[in-house]
Nanobody, 124 residues
Framework: VQLVESGGGLVQPGGSLRLSCAASGTVFSFPAMGWYRQAPGKQRELVAILLSTVDRSGEITYEDSVKGRFTISRDAAKNIIYLQMDSLKPEDTADYYC???????????????WGQGTQVTVSS
């Protein structure tokens, strides 16, 4: 299984970016997929996670500082997740990682699948 992120880059404060993460090497959908980020000198933190639900609406959790600004979504048929980031702030600058698990849980760890990361820089 491979996860490949794309969409990072440099953006001015207040701007927007859309990250994508495509999973390959499996025909099964992940019950848990999410985005983490790691800023220089800081620990990796959860940004948003989406858990599958029976009605396919999805159960979503956001880190407090991104609520109302970031939106996670999923194309389950293609095993792709997105992170729409609006109203970006300099403190959103970090490496963003996609993660996925075949276990439905809200915290992912080193035993799950991770992408290589994509850099997001918010600066004027």
């Amino acid at each position: 299984v491979q996860l490949v992120e794309s969409g990072g880059g440099l953006v001015q404060p207040g701007g927007s970016l859309r990250l994508s993460c495509a999973a390959s090497g499996t025909v099964f959908s992940f019950p848990a997929m999410g985005w983490y980020r790691q800023a220089p000198g800081k620990q990796r933190e959860l940004v948003a996670i989406l858990l599958s639900t029976v009605d396919r609406s999805g159960e979503i959790t956001y880190e407090d500082s991104v609520k109302g600004r970031f939106t996670i979504s999923r194309d389950a048929a293609k095993n792709i997740i997105y992170l729409q980031m609006d109203s970006l702030k300099p403190e959103d600058t970090a490496d963003y990682y996609c993660a996925a698990s075949f276990t439905r849980r809200s915290t992912l760890n080193a035993n799950d699948y991770w992408g290589q990361g994509t850099q997001v820089t918010v600066s004027s």
